[in-house]
């Protein structure tokens, strides 16, 4: 039985750490990012998870990851414009948010960030993620919005199925 984070390690608390994959999960889905946080982890047994570690993997292999412990960014470019590839074919919103998360995070450590840009190397597109004080204020408001959800007593109900299509909590939420 998967037992929840420690209390020093609850990312519910107004201190710990938040990871991309929080901002990711919580754009997808508030209860894909609270089973997450609460030690459900069917990632490992998903053929898409894997199939974008591969993408990663042979992608941009010139370029080096940056781990900033809670989060790693695939990678940074001169003038402090952070980058994220993807596996999927469609951009979505929970892209750009990871990537205003990378950049609060590497802000909070002193660097003067640009932006990013978020790519699609199967569908040879990128998408520019400006940072601004909008973008800024969309970081910090999705970073409280996750610690509500994380710290939510109960788990959030589930999404209609047809948005659950490659989700790998799939069966754990539909599961008959």
Known sequence: MNQPPLPEEDPGSNDAPLG????????HCPRQLWLYTHGYRPEQRSDLVAFGEV??????????????????????????VIH???????????????????????????????????????IRRTVDVPWNDVARAQARDDEALARSVIAAPATP???????CRGCSYLDYCWGD
């Open 157 to 163: 109900p589930r999404l209609p199925r047809r948005e």
């Open 20 to 27: 991309g994959v929080h901002l990711k999960y919580l754009h």
């Open 84 to 122: 994220e590839t993807k596996s999927s074919r469609v951009p979505a919103p929970a892209h750009a948010a990871q990537v205003r998360h990378y950049c609060l995070l590497l802000e909070r450590r002193g660097v003067a960030v640009r932006g990013g840009v978020v790519h699609y190397p199967l």
């Open 55 to 80: 993408i990663d993997e042979t992608t941009f292999t010139r370029r080096r990851d940056i781990d900033l412990g809670e989060a790693k960014i695939d990678w940074v470019t001169a003038g402090a």
